[in-house]
């Protein structure tokens, strides 16, 4: 176990193998978010925009194609389809002469976090990492069995998206006098011409509906095809069909749809969310400069800005940007000095924002819930099989901010009742009553 205790100057009241450098499963996210704001600043936004090849006449015609451009979004939803849709409605966009195309061209072919870490082990299967999708890039198939009949439909319902039951068997409550516990359903996949179809197998009831989670394999097609239903939805005549290409020659911004960086940065950090975070990291890896692939130079950046702010990090190692690589590494040291380093920016509100309140929200919402550390603990969790952390930001009885890191490797069952009491025991702790017993 490594842990650290510092003031915002740096001076240390407590450390235990402060430099070893150990698995920080999620704590990992605390370094990439931090680059974030460094790098967009904390009032940027990522915009996902509607292009045309064809300016908007005077009838309302766009003679050409529309593109949908990704910006790395990994929050995009049907309802921000929709707004995108009514957005060209308001600007007067009756028709569209050509095609709706999903221009992921921002993010590299890299879409796999297992790919670009390097991990054999998968830990927790991630969609497609893409500059554009939606839905987190998932699709889900809802089954209905109404007598022994067996249909099913894809949520959000897409051109996209074909779904097949003809593999689906519907039997009775009781067979050969063993009851039928509920229903046992896999969905395999293949895509032809865009399309993704969907077959699902296995039996279920034969009254019934039940839903499994299928990832999207052309999200870029998908995004596309969802946005091309939308405008018909919202009358807009489209002549053509969907598909993926890159807008190389914009002629008009008809919408766009801005999501603003804390509020990415609030997901990653206070829910711990792995998908987005990954997305994040191929972002900075897309606007960073430099050679190899786009999670090449995410690290490169990483630690420019490290060296920058003086975190040391001689034995850091980031595979990826949610932390769940076991190949990982960082010491409570390194945290600390981070979180000291973000104190002392621009930007130290946002960030500290972004993490979770102990008792309140996020992963810590039922921990740490004792009145006397309700708003006074903010902090980020990390779990993984074999690694557990806490670190964040804690006032004192006085109200004085320490920075604190708690990192455990190996048999961790008992390392959350640790790190919760190290902690609690910081924040009832007065200097004033301290030095007045010395004296």
């Known amino acids: ?42 009032s940027a936004f990522l915009c996902t925009r509607i292009l045309a090849d064809a300016p908007l006449e005077a009838d309302g015609v766009v003679r050409g194609n529309l593109y949908v451009v990704g910006a790395g ?11 995108l849709a009514a957005q060209l409605a308001r600007c007067g966009v009756r028709r569209v002469t050509g095609s709706v195309f999903g221009d992921g061209s921002l993010f590299d072919n890299q879409r796999s976090r297992v790919q670009y870490s390097g991990d054999a082990d998968v830990v927790e299967p991630l969609p497609s990492i893409t500059a554009l999708g939606f839905n987190r890039n998932e699709v889900r198939v809802v089954v209905n069995a109404v007598r022994g009949r067996v249909t099913a ?60 989670v299928v990832p999207m394999e052309q999200p870029e097609v998908a995004t596309a095809a969802t946005f091309l239903q939308r405008l018909r939805a919202a009358g807009i005549q489209v002549d053509g069909g969907f598909g993926t290409k890159e807008c190389k020659q914009p002629q008009t911004v008809l919408a766009e749809w ?15 969310d792995n998908f987005v975070a990954e997305h994040l990291f191929k972002l900075l890896g897309s606007r960073a400069v430099g050679y190899g692939v786009q999670t090449e130079r995410a690290r490169s950046l990483l630690q420019t800005f490290l060296q920058r702010w003086g975190v040391s990090c001689r034995e850091c190692r980031f595979r990826d ?17 981070l979180l000291r380093a973000m104190l002392h920016t621009p930007f130290s509100g946002v960030f500290r ?32 099989r074999n690694a557990s952390a806490l670190a964040g930001y804690v006032y004192t009885a006085d109200g004085e ?15 959350k009742p640790v790190e919760d ?14 030095l007045s017993h010395r004296e």
């Open 73 to 83: 979004d990994a929050l995009l939803s049907l309802q921000d389809l929709e707004e």
């Open 353 to 384: 924002q972004s993490l979770a309140m102990a008792g309140v929200d996020g992963t810590l919402k039922r921990r740490l819930r004792d009145t006397g550390t309700i708003g006074r603990i903010w902090a980020k969790t990390g779990t993984l």
């Open 153 to 212: 439909q894809a949520v959000p319902a897409s051109p996209a998206f074909v779904v097949n039951v003809s593999g689906v068997r519907a039997v009775s409550a009781y067979r050969k006098r063993r009851p039928q516990r509920g229903a046992r359903l896999s969905a395999s996949s293949v895509v032809r011409d865009g399309i993704q179809y969907i077959s699902i197998r296995g039996r279920v009831p034969a009254e019934g509906t039940w839903s499994l």
């Open 321 to 337: 940007g949610s932390g769940l690589s076991r190949q990982n590494r960082a010491s409570a040291a390194d945290v600390v000095e």
């Open 258 to 272: 801005l999501r603003p960086l804390p509020q990415l940065l609030a997901v990653i950090n206070k829910e711990s």
């Open 421 to 434: 009491s190290v902690v609690a025991v910081v924040s009832r702790f007065s200097f004033c009553e301290a």
């Open 1 to 42: 176990m490594g842990v650290v205790i510092a003031d915002t100057r740096g001076r240390r009241y407590f450390e235990h193998n402060a430099g070893a450098p150990l698995t920080p499963a999620s704590i990992t996210k605390l370094f990439w978010t931090a680059a974030a704001l460094a790098t967009f600043g904390d």
């Open 401 to 415: 901010p320490l920075a604190f890191a708690l990192l455990s490797f190996g048999n961790v069952a008992r390392a």
